[in-house]
């Protein structure tokens, strides 16, 4: 088994593990309520795009952005690694017979070159991809139609909460130029991209940057325990809510929108 199976194994045994208990978490945790925050905030801008022909939702998980865009578009697809989220996405879209879920792999996408005008992968798809990211940025690429667009979200690699985690720092300070510096969350690695680094990979791949939206930028000033925290809620998750508000307002905003602890990169298909 090569180190991209391996890799895709972890991510999904740690999701199917997971499984319902991961929407839970989604909806109790700060550092996740943000990060919803911000996704809604680019689906409602994509709406007005709307109607889509075909959409391909990247690593849907348990199918929150299937369903929402279930509503903008004549047929969405979902693909996922993790069996019981693929599970649980088919029940949240049981009667939307044009929304349908396959279980795949982001590296190896199943479907026709240019058979998708929007295509979607929130939620750190790519960063869990530590030895193959590139091939699943090339995948989407792929099967985008020209013209597409294309959202997806990764980590960065610089952030204020770095200072909380002197391994990861060091780590990225001595990365070589490309970088490749990861963190780690819930036993999984992620790899974390500096804006110039992914706008690089984008371009071979003809793909041109047209936003990019942080979130947890100020709000990664707050440490871990209480921007992660999952149970209760004390007074400094509160405040990290907070932030995430103010961080809302300061999404597209340069430089805060390159130094959030996730940015969502929004590009188009070149022809």
């Keep these: 088994m090569d180190k991209l199976q391996e890799s895709a194994k972890a991510v999904s045994q740690a999701y199917n593990t997971m499984g319902g208990g991961f929407d839970d978490l989604v909806e109790k945790t700060p550092f996740l309520m ?6 809604q905030l680019c689906l409602d801008q994509f709406a007005k795009m709307a109607p889509f022909s075909r959409v391909l939702d990247v690593g849907c998980g348990s199918g929150v952005q299937s369903f929402y865009l279930g509503a903008h578009a ?26 349908q879920f396959q279980v795949g792999n982001a590296c190896r996408l199943p479907y026709r070159d ?5 295509i979607i992968s929130y939620g750190d798809v790519v960063s869990h991809i530590v030895d193959g990211y590139e091939e699943a940025i090339a995948e989407m690429a792929r099967v ?3 013209g597409a667009t294309i959202t997806f979200e990764v980590d960065t690699k610089w952030n204020l909460g770095i200072l909380y985690h002197p391994m990861e720092l060091l780590d ?5 130029g490309i970088g490749h510096a990861t963190r780690t969350w819930e036993g999984m690695r992620f790899k974390t991209f500096t804006y110039t680094e992914i706008k690089g990979i984008l371009e071979k791949h003809k793909l041109e940057i047209l936003s990019c939206r942080g979130h947890n930028i100020l709000a990664s000033l707050i440490p871990d325990q209480f921007l992660l925290e999952k149970e209760g809620r004390s ?22 929108n390159r130094f959030g602890f996730n940015f969502v990169i929004t590009a188009k298909k070149r022809g």
């Design 34 to 39: 943000n990060c919803t925050n911000l996704y």
């Design 172 to 176: 990225a300070l001595n990365a070589d």
């Design 235 to 256: 007074f400094l998750g509160t405040v990290a809510l907070l932030l995430g508000r103010l961080d809302l307002s300061l999404s597209d905003v340069y430089p805060f």
């Design 74 to 99: 004549k047929e969405v697809i979902g693909v996922d690694l993790s069996e019981k989220l693929i599970e649980i996405a088919r029940g949240r879209c049981a009667g939307l017979d044009h929304v």
């Design 114 to 118: 240019a058979s998708f005008d929007f």
């Design 144 to 146: 985008a139609r020209p």
